[in-house]
């Protein structure tokens, strides 16, 4: 025969009555310490999402596109009449060739070209030249700063700056902005240490 009847402790009135006195109470008290702590009420959690919005950086776009490379978090946000289209990590100018701060317009697209040092005075085979293939460049100044695809630098995108002065993203963030980007658009620099860019330059 099954004795179905038990309290709290989980212990048949049999059972119990077999325990001797000092056990009871032992197992009475700490069944009563189980049921406070349980009782207790909780706080309901903070919820820790974030907004899936921003507000665009208030400059004058004929495009509907406007984006923002900042460089507190290296990475550029792209907006498209005024709701948040992407994201894409980035590595603009290194400290010692800094991206100047500023608003930027789209000045023309090339799919693929050499970007050359000695174009601005510095000969390609001193330690400071180059002259490197890129594809998707979309040009932001015409003293040759450029947003375009570096697959070379990757890894310093969204955690370094180590470029020349331009905007670097990988082969595919490039070809979006290559692809999107109308000529016009503009392109807002924030926060590096290169000073203030003089528009047109």
């Keep these: 025969m099954t004795d179905r009847h038990t309290g709290a402790t989980g212990v048949t009135r049999r ?7 000092s056990t009871a109470l032992a197992l009475v008290a700490a069944t009563a310490t189980v049921g406070i702590a349980t009782a207790a009420p909780t706080t309901p959690a903070t919820p820790t999402t974030e907004p899936t919005t921003s507000q665009a950086p ?3 776009t004929k495009t509907g596109w406007v ?25 603009m100018g290194s400290n010692k060739h800094p991206t100047p701060n500023g608003v930027y317009y789209t000045m023309e697209k090339k799919r693929e070209m050499y970007m050359d040092s000695s174009t601005y005075g510095v000969p390609v085979d001193s330690p400071e030249g180059y002259r490197t293939y890129v594809e998707y460049a979309t040009r932001m100044s015409w003293s040759g700063i450029f947003v375009h695809a570096a697959p ?6 969204g955690v370094s700056n180590v470029s020349h002065g331009c905007l670097n993203v990988s082969t595919a963030n490039g070809k979006y ?4 980007f109308p000529i016009g658009t503009p392109i807002v620099v924030r926060g ?7 528009p047109g330059s």
Excluded: C
């Excluded at 059972?15 to 006195?21: D, K, N, P």
């Excluded at 984006?67 to 992407?86: F, M, P, R, S, Y």
């Excluded at 070379?152 to 995108?157: K, M």
């Excluded at 902005?177 to 999107?180: M, Q, R």
């Design 152 to 157: 070379w630098s990757v890894n310093q995108q």
């Design 58 to 60: 208030p400059v004058a």
């Design 67 to 91: 984006a923002l490379a900042d460089d507190a978090t290296k990475q550029i946000t792209i907006w498209h009449n005024g709701e948040v289209v992407k994201t894409m990590p980035t590595s």
């Design 177 to 180: 902005i290559y692809d999107n």
């Design 15 to 21: 059972g119990f009555a077999r325990l001797g006195a």
């Design 192 to 198: 590096t240490v290169g000073g203030s860019y003089t």
